[in-house]
């Protein structure tokens, strides 16, 4: 049992955590997070160039790491600093790109000079695979792909964009395939939470296909794509709440600082009691990831984080009271991107199904 | 990162399992199973059984009897007990009195005492608060004035659990008005037979008699009963606060009450479908297991901590706030899933007069028993202010 990170971790996180506080301050992130291409592009060569992107593939595919471990010490430091750089498209199409032997296309995509989204998610499914309905149809030698792709992370201005749609004429439980389109035009804009997002309207788009069976290997990719959305809402949430208590300590009203007043500090300790409840968790699906284990246990992670992520950024205006409300203060930044966490790849209540639908009833692991 | 037990440390639990299968008497986990009072004897029963075993003070070094065990190994082995169904041992002499012997007793303290909390002659209870001091415990008023080699002491105790089994009482005590109150306090071992002592029973929200109130009048104690110096009483009380908190959190117990739950959900029906097949309960149950998969693992962490050395107040008050809340959810979650049937006080039926699964029988007893959880051991309020007290230090 050890819990420690290990000292390439803890290098990964501190390089990470300094590039970003010395790079990337809240002006510079507000500017660049609402405006297309909604993100700046010297900070990603910049983050490219740290390997934060190689990190996110396996050595025996390019990359330089490649774990779940590895995935969640980027992420917290991402969520710390409120990075709004399309890092998760980019974590979930280049895992695919990588796993289906795309290596140049992979390598280019490590290296920062091209940028890949995943379009798998669509107006009326959020997370179960079964149900999508985008289709793929071969003609001839060719493949085409019809319906509507929604919540795309990071399609604005992505070089390539890989989608997932369901074989066509194979009936109800047809294959889902995975296809590559380059730039294509999408419904762009930016998130309430800052980064890019798009629908992509597939109206006979041609595609290359990659994979005509890729539904075990998407669904990877998205656990591990919650897995970062769990580390990046611990980073957050803890430094929200850094900020929260610094404000209460320095804020005055009634001739004391609200520090002082018992009401407010039993809040805060229901915060951190709840931050350490999300990190843990994240630490469990971390290890669940890639044993049978990894899909219910993503899902407690992902259920229990949008509850109390949400829940934290809430108290967090709160706390702040007006100030709390407003564009300027940091603070609102974070609690937006807290509370919008719990709307990306399947939030609380299609987690909470999806640990039922995978074994209903059954008590909790045996302790390790 | 690393969640995994050591090899020796999961030998260990498999022996604690082999133990627990083989000598935990059916009847008394039968009981502990379905929420029922153990008796007196169940309990001495079950502590012999231990105490053979040298299994009986977990927090104990080996030189007075405990077995010797890590921090990892006192988990491992109350979670195995929670999960087995043992009963919850009374923890004032071996948890309580017992590490206050070993740390401030004198050697003839030590020699005379530990033995009879480990062999059952002694049944140790607690006398901290009074009516007027709960959590502000400093405040106590109960007086012992020195008298030749006595204390005379006057005064009430209450919320004295499983007092009415009990022979003797360690006690907080006033033995100076001067200075702040903490300095005036002293801790002194009383016996209930002395003449002067009246124990009464407190009847609980439940029905139960778990706790009494214990009055103190003229009650003449040896000078010899003090542990540690006169006036030393609170540092010894804030001693036991930080001493052996890993279990604190519950988890053994919490695994057991939301496997028990699944269990009813299953044999249930309601509105001509199986409970467990009605997706808001499920989802319900599914949202505390979250909570408490990852209740599990803050356990490991500050588990780990302690290992280190670097485990503190917090740490503990954290685990008891989270770990208190969560058994509280789950006992919630059990009494509704028994809709109109959670009604009846069962304990006068017979098992075929009953319409829910026996062991089921006493779930809403059970569950407003369990407020206390919130309440006792320093109530979750106080909890806060320690950890607040960490998070706002200047």
């Not at chain 1, 399309?86 to 091209?114: F, H, K, N």
């Not at chain 2, 012992?144 to 006595?150: K, Q, S």
């Not at chain 2, 408490?292 to 740490?315: C, F, K, S, W």
């Not at chain 2, 685990?319 to 509280?328: D, E, F, I, P, S």
Request: aromatic letters at 6%.
């Amino acid at each position: 049992m050890d819990f420690n990170l290990s000292e390439d971790h803890q290098l990964l996180s501190d390089s990470l955590r300094r590039f970003l506080a010395e790079n990337y301050d809240i002006e510079t992130r507000n500017r660049t997070a609402y405006a297309a291409p909604f993100h700046a592009p010297e900070t990603w060569s910049a983050l490219a160039e740290l390997g934060v992107i190689g990190a996110f593939v396996p050595e025996g595919q390019g990359g330089y790491g490649g774990t779940a471990d590895d995935v969640a010490v980027i992420f917290e430091e991402l969520g710390r600093g409120l990075c709004s750089e399309p890092m998760l498209g980019t974590l979930l199409g280049l895992r695919l790109l990588a796993a289906l032997g795309q290596t140049d296309l992979a390598a280019r995509v490590i290296d920062g000079e091209t940028r890949v989204a995943l379009a798998v998610s669509e107006p009326q499914v959020a997370c179960d695979l079964s149900c999508l309905q985008a289709t793929a149809r071969c003609e001839g030698d060719v493949w085409r792909l019809s319906g509507r792709k929604s919540a795309v992370y990071g399609a604005p201005g992505a070089d390539l964009v890989l989608v997932v749609a369901r074989l066509a004429d194979a009936g109800e439980n047809a294959a889902l395939g995975l296809f590559l389109i380059h730039a294509p035009e999408s419904i762009a804009a930016p998130m309430i939470d800052g980064g890019g997002i798009a629908d992509i309207v597939l109206d006979g788009l041609q595609a290359e296909c990659l994979s005509t069976d890729c539904a075990e290997l998407v669904e990877d990719a998205l656990d591990l794509g919650r897995i970062a959305l769990c580390a990046e809402a611990v980073g957050a949430m803890s430094h929200l709440i850094e900020i929260t208590i610094d404000y209460l300590r320095q804020r005055k009203q009634f001739g004391r600082t609200l520090a002082s007043f018992q009401a407010l500090q039993h809040r805060v300790v229901d915060m951190v009691v709840e931050r350490e409840q999300c990190r843990s968790i994240t630490i469990a699906a971390v290890a669940a990831y890639g044993t049978p284990a990894q899909a219910r246990t993503v899902s407690m992670a992902k259920n229990l984080i949008g509850r109390m992520g949400s829940w934290i950024a809430e108290e967090a205006i709160q706390l702040h009271g007006g100030i709390g409300m407003t564009w300027e203060y940091p603070g609102s930044h974070y609690a937006k991107r807290l509370v919008m966490i719990d709307h990306q790849l399947g939030d609380r209540n299609d987690h909470v199904l999806r640990m039922i639908r995978l074994k209903p009833g059954a008590p909790p692991a045996e302790a390790a | 990162m690393d969640l995994e037990f050591t090899d020796e440390e999961r030998a260990f639990r498999e022996d604690v399992r082999k133990f627990l299968q083989r000598e935990l008497p059916r009847d008394i986990a039968g009981k502990v199973a379905a929420g029922k009072d153990l008796e007196r004897d169940d309990i001495l029963r079950w502590q012999a059984i231990l105490h053979a075993r040298g299994w009986l003070a977990a927090t104990w070094p080996k030189e007075h009897g405990g077995p010797g065990w890590s921090a990892v190994e006192r988990h491992i082995f109350s979670e195995e007990c929670a999960l087995h169904s043992a009963p919850r041992l009374p923890p004032f002499g071996l948890n309580m009195l017992g590490p206050v012997l070993i740390r401030f007793g004198n050697d003839q303290q030590k020699r005379e005492i530990l033995p009879r909390i480990l062999d059952g002659s002694d049944w140790w209870c607690q006398g901290y608060s009074e009516p007027g001091a709960g959590s502000d415990l400093a405040s106590l008023r109960t007086r012992a004035v020195r008298d030749g080699d006595h204390y005379v002491v006057n005064g009430q105790k209450t919320w004295t659990t499983l007092g009415q089994y009990a022979n003797k009482i360690f006690c907080l005590v006033r033995t100076s008005t001067q200075g702040k109150p903490q300095e005036g306090i002293s801790f002194l071992l009383v016996d209930l037979d002395a003449p002067g002592v009246e124990m009464r029973p407190i009847r609980l929200i439940d029905g139960g008699h778990e706790v009494n109130e214990v009055f103190f009048t003229d009650v003449r104690v040896p000078v010899a009963n003090l542990v540690g110096e006169e006036n030393q009483g609170w540092t010894i009380a804030k001693y036991l606060l930080t001493h052996e908190r890993t279990n604190i959190a519950g988890i053994g117990y919490a695994t057991k009450e939301l496997e028990r739950f699944h269990r009813l959900a299953r044999e249930i029906t309601r509105d001509g479908r199986r409970l467990s097949d009605s997706p808001l309960h499920a989802a319900r149950a599914a949202e505390i297991e979250a909570e408490l998969e990852a209740l599990r693992i803050t356990n490991l962490r500050m588990l780990a901590n302690a290992r280190d050395g670097a485990a503190g107040g917090v740490e503990s008050s954290l685990l008891k706030l989270k770990g208190t809340q969560v058994r509280q959810m789950l006992q919630n979650l059990y009494r509704s899933a028994l809709g109109s049937q959670a009604a009846p006080i069962a304990d006068e039926l017979s098992e075929n007069e009953l319409t829910v699964p026996v062991d089921a029988a006493r779930a809403a007893p059970v569950y407003f028993n369990h407020r206390k959880l919130s309440i006792f051991g320093g109530s979750n309020e106080i909890q806060r202010n320690i950890v607040a007290k960490e998070l706002f230090k200047e």
